[in-house]
């Protein structure tokens, strides 16, 4: 993905991209008085190695279980499904991920496309809630830059971004408020933050 939207980036555009296919759609993303704010926890926990085939293994499980070739054909009903052949814990718990994170991510495009950004910030939160508690791939340094972002008047949203187990949260934020999110996150996170203000912008190309 962070291949994909280097080249297909377009200035004032989200981009919706489908895996299954490989295509994608841009999403308009303009408004002046809402920017995107890039928190760096600066800590990386070394799990990545080992976590990531055990969640995509588990995934597997679950489309296997299902009959699905892959979980992108599931639906709620199938998960409860899998709970009640008493499939293991983790196993349901990746699926309702998946399957949760696949509709929030097409909400989230509608959303946008109705510049209701309120909707998006919303689901932003839902999303670092269920990559936190289902496929727990954050950490608590993470999870305190999403509480202390949001316990700012003009933030819309915030969660993880990347690979997980460290690194970065993504903001959804009014301009005017950046600034009382980074005082109030340097002043209450323990560690180092580095913040990184953005807007879409084009993808790479030849100068």
Do not use: W
Not at 53 to 69: E, I
Request: charged share 25%; proline share 3%.
């Amino acid at each position: 993905m962070d291949q994909f939207i280097s080249v297909m980036g377009k200035k004032d555009n989200a981009l919706l991209i489908d895996c299954r296919n490989y295509t994608s759609t841009l999403v308009p993303f303009t408004n002046p008085d809402i920017v995107i704010l890039i928190t760096n926890s600066n800590v990386k926990h070394q799990l990545t190695g080992s976590e990531y085939p055990t969640r995509r293994k588990q995934c597997q499980t679950a489309a296997l279980l299902l009959n699905k070739t892959s979980l992108r054909d599931a639906t709620v009903k199938d998960i409860e499904h899998l709970k009640l052949i008493n499939a293991n814990e983790d196993v349901v718990k990746r699926a309702r991920h998946v399957v949760g994170e696949i509709d929030r991510t097409v909400k989230a495009a509608e959303a946008l496309k109705q510049k209701d950004f309120r909707t998006f910030g919303e689901l932003m939160v839902e999303s670092h809630v269920s990559l936190k508690n289902d496929f727990e791939v954050s950490c608590p340094e993470i999870d305190c830059l999403v509480e202390l972002a949001l316990q700012v008047q003009g933030v819309l949203g915030s969660r993880i971004t990347g690979g997980g187990f460290g690194g970065c949260t993504v903001t959804l934020v009014e301009s005017r408020a950046v600034d009382r999110v980074i005082n109030n996150i340097t002043n209450n996170y323990s560690g180092q933050p580095t913040f990184y203000i953005c807007t879409p912008g084009d993808g790479a190309k030849i100068l």
